[in-house]
């Protein structure tokens, strides 16, 4: 007798599944028709994207589940709301070289990629120019000499996008090369993918990361303790035995995490996968996503009494990126 043994799916191939149609998103989340016109509307605004890993952790039949609402596309962001805009954090006017954010001093910000694996609704990047900052190899030797002739660059941050949407072997070759450069001795990755398709760390890409000789910092996205599940928790391990640091940052979102019970249960779970909370970070007004917006005073409010139910260690800095500042700005005094 014959039998097939199912193989796991490859994080490329789960990658190649990601869900695009809201009408095939709210079919199967069993969600009421209502949601549609709107949600295909905004969709074409901001394309919709929803990974297989991530779609198996939201509730059906939920409107309001937390991570259904962070991807789900809908017609309030086709509204115009006064101080919400496409560049919230000017990155356009710290974009000395294609490709490349120079706005805080010791380190600078690489696009890798303007692809995700997930579209968040929030995200500030929606309308970020990713076609003018594409990385060909002539835009990456650019880059490369613009670190060089900076010895006080010691810091090389991989963003997008989603860097570890990248091939491990386009990985490889970008750090080997920046490992050429000697004033670096930091590279950071900032990743949603550990969270979202969790499949992406495998040994290839853990292997590669603990030969460099660069200390590597991985700092993923989780706004809810909902998205921590144990494949995620096999990730982090995955990412901590190659000797990688694990931060998370989050972002304070109005119907996703704006309370302090959500992110108490956050903090700790991170802890529990080996991950320390390092930021909390008030909603950047970006347009299209004003609905997700907490104001300064009630996120005080939350980390102040969050503050109250935690060890120090556990609370997230709550922070705001402020334009022109040589650093994020602390909104609790005493999280310095």
């Known amino acids: ?11 490329q191939t789960l990658l190649s599944q990601t869900l695009k149609s809201p009408e095939e998103l709210l079919r199967y989340l069993q969600l009421p028709d209502s949601l549609l016109e709107g949600a295909n509307r905004a969709s074409l605004e901001f394309a919709m994207r929803v990974p297989r ?24 962001e086709l509204e115009s709301i006064p101080g919400f805009i496409s560049d919230p954090l000017e990155e356009m006017s710290s974009n000395p070289v294609d490709g490349l954010i120079h706005k805080y001093k010791g380190r600078v910000l690489v696009i890798l990629t ?10 500030f990047r929606r309308h970020f120019p990713y076609a003018e900052n594409r990385l060909g190899p ?11 002739a900076d010895t006080s660059i010691t810091e090389v941050i991989f963003s997008g996008g989603d860097p570890l949407v990248s091939s491990d072997a386009r990985l490889k070759q970008l750090i080997d090369d920046l490992q050429q450069i000697p004033h670096l001795t930091r590279l ?15 040994t290839s890409l853990t292997n590669l990361l603990s030969q460099t000789h660069l200390k590597v910092v991985t700092v993923i996205h989780s706004n809810h ?7 995620v928790a096999k990730a982090v391990e995955q990412l901590k035995h190659a000797g990688v640091t694990v931060l998370n940052q989050a972002v304070l979102l109005r119907g996703v995490n704006d309370s302090v019970a959500t992110l108490k249960e956050l903090s700790e779970k991170l802890f529990d996968i080996g991950v320390l909370p390092y930021y909390l970070f008030t909603f950047d007004p970006v347009k299209g996503a004003a609905h997700f917006d907490v104001p300064d005073n009630e996120a005080k409010q939350i980390i102040s009494q ?14 705001r990126e402020i334009p ?7 909104l609790i005094p005493g999280q310095e």
């Open 1 to 11: 007798m014959n039998s097939t043994i199912k193989l796991p799916d490859t994080w």
């Open 138 to 148: 002539e835009q990456w030797q650019k880059i490369l000499d613009y670190i060089a």
């Open 188 to 202: 950071r990755i900032h990743s949603r993918l550990p969270v979202v398709l969790p499949q992406r760390i495998t």
């Open 114 to 123: 303007g692809a995700c694996a997930i579209n968040c609704r929030y995200c």
């Open 324 to 330: 022109g500042r040589g650093s994020k700005t602390l």
């Open 53 to 76: 890993p991530w779609l198996d952790r939201i509730e059906k039949a939920n409107p309001d589940d937390p991570l259904l609402r962070q991807v789900l596309p809908l017609g309030e």
């Open 306 to 319: 969050l503050q109250d139910q935690l060890p120090g260690y556990l609370v997230p800095k709550l922070a």
């Open 225 to 231: 303790p909902q998205e921590l599940d144990n494949a």
